[in-house]
T-cell receptor, first 116, second 117 residues
Framework: GESVGLHLPTLSVQEGDNSIINCAYS??????FIWYKQESGKGPQFIID?????DKRQGQRVTVLLNKTVKHLSLQIAATQPGDSAVYFC???????????????FGQGTILTVHP | DARVTQTPRHKVTEMGQEVTMRCQPI?????VFWYRQTMMQGLELLAY????????DSGMPKDRFSAEMPDATLATLKIQPSEPRDSAVYFC???????????????FGPGTRLTVT
């Protein structure tokens, strides 16, 4: 029978292109955001993070942009490679003190496929 | 290369059986998280510990799930009795929290894929 589950957004790009993955977060009180990459059969892997007092942060081939006004986060990957093919998740954390510091809320994810 | 390890990697069991999943956090990390990933719900936090003490288990079904840290090198997640709806991939993650503050990087293990028939 047909399986019911999340229908993840997908992005297909050619090798060498730049990729932009978007994420809308839910809580205006969130002040810390992270992007994770998950390859098939593996656990999520930390890529880059950003705090709410910043609009942009750059890493190696990756840039995260934060727009708090519209609660939007994006991950830009430069010169995308086949090895970048994976599911990408954004996650947010709310600064509510106490035990909140451990609570990450993950987005549904975006499937990135890079064609050689 | 420090990594979070999880055992078993795969587990198939029958409904009603007890399941125990184990996690060895990265040495020196003081915060351990348990997550569950399904196609329907995505990645959800079940529980987490700091310095072996449970801080939050609000995401965990209390009647059948339990999480413990017998020592700093071992975290366990137990399901008793298991049900088909528990089928999922269970991830452990660890990180370092300074004082009572935020863990800025969580390092995930490879997961335990649980199938309950």
């Amino acid at each position: 029978g047909e399986s019911v589950g999340l229908h993840l957004p997908t992005l297909s790009v050619q090798e060498g292109d730049n990729s932009i993955i978007n994420c809308a977060y839910s809580n205006s009180a969130s002040d810390y955001f992270i992007w994770y990459k998950q390859e098939s059969g593996k656990g999520p892997q930390f890529i880059i993070d950003i705090r709410s007092n910043m609009d942009k942060r750059q890493g190696q081939r990756v840039t995260v942009l934060l727009n708090k006004t519209v609660k939007h986060l994006s991950l830009q990957i430069a010169a995308t490679q086949p090895g970048d093919s994976a599911v990408y998740f954004c996650a947010e954390n709310v600064n509510a003190g106490g035990t909140s510091y451990g609570k990450l809320t993950f987005g549904q994810g975006t499937i990135l496929t890079v064609h050689p | 290369d420090a990594r979070v390890t999880q055992t078993p990697r795969h587990k198939v069991t029958e409904m009603g059986q007890e399941v125990t999943m184990r996690c060895q956090p990265i040495l020196g990390h003081n915060t351990v998280f348990w997550y569950r990933q399904t196609m329907m719900q995505g990645l959800e936090l079940l529980a987490y510990f700091r310095n072996r003490a449970p801080l939050d288990d609000s995401g965990m079904p209390k009647d059948r799930f339990s999480a413990e840290m017998p020592d700093a090198t071992l975290a366990t997640l137990k399901i008793q009795p298991s049900e088909p709806r528990d089928s999922a991939v269970y991830f452990c993650a660890s990180g370092l929290s300074r004082g009572a503050g935020r863990v800025y990087e969580q390092y995930f293990g490879p997961g335990t894929r649980l199938t309950v028939t």
